[in-house]
T-cell receptor, first 115, second 115 residues
């Protein structure tokens, strides 16, 4: 079945460091891929998405490219800020048949950025 | 402001109490979802509603009873809960259930503690 695997956390970085959070997926169809972010005390917010192979999603300095050949959707940011400290979730949706638009989430990666 | 409002934000209840969680979305979406987020566990999809009709019950115990009177409102009625039910309960909505490109919009959740 469909699933998402993302790197175990926690990830701790200094401000202005480069960030990569790895995400790989397994899907039977042609899924859409998402990154969500959860700030402390809040729900999940959509950070970016990509709907087909080679698409690049971007928002707030974060980027992720939909790589069908490696079934990956790694999240990157060139220079993190303290305000980026949060939990990041990779997710996929294939929207077909019995899954009825179900989102499959990874376990989440805690990011802490120090000043 | 995500467009999805959950109340209450925090709830403490005894195992014999009956309470309800409320979710309201102001986005004009047709699909609504309940998720359970427990510490150190993946996000768990509980229920899916499409145009007020329940389309998925993900093997949730009967002590959780959802209600969707219209496309904008979703309730989760709680009765005789167990300590392991303590978690963050998240509501989400999307434009349509079958849409693979449709991101879900989340509320900030209700933090539930069972004494």
């Amino acid at each position: 079945g469909d699933s998402v695997t993302q790197m175990e956390g926690p990830v701790t970085l200094s401000e202005e460091a480069f960030l990569t959070i790895n995400c790989t997926y397994t899907a039977t169809g042609y899924p859409s891929l998402f990154w969500y972010v959860q700030y402390p005390g809040e729900g999940l917010q959509l950070l970016l998405k990509a709907t087909k192979a080679d698409d690049k999603g971007s928002n707030k300095g974060f980027e992720a490219t939909y790589r069908k050949e490696t079934t990956s959707f790694h999240l990157e940011k060139g220079s993190v800020q303290v305000s980026d400290s949060a939990v990041y979730f990779c997710a996929l949706s294939d929207g077909g048949g019995s899954t009825l638009g179900r989102l499959y989430f990874g376990r989440g990666t805690q990011l802490t950025v120090w000043p | 402001e995500t467009g999805v409002t959950q109340t209450p934000r925090h709830l403490v209840m005894g195992m014999t109490n009956k309470k309800s969680l409320k979710c309201e979305q102001h986005l004009g979406h047709n699909a609504m979802y309940w998720y359970k987020q427990s510490a150190k566990k993946p996000l768990e999809l509980m229920f899916v509603y499409n145009f007020k009709e329940q389309t998925e019950n993900n093997s949730v115990p009967s002590r959780f009873s959802p209600e969707c009177p219209n496309s904008s409102h979703l309730f989760l009625h709680l009765h005789t809960l167990q300590p392991e039910d303590s978690a963050l309960y998240l509501c989400a909505s999307s434009q349509e259930v079958m849409g693979r490109n449709q991101p879900q919009h989340f509320g900030d959740g209700t933090r539930l503690s069972i004494l």
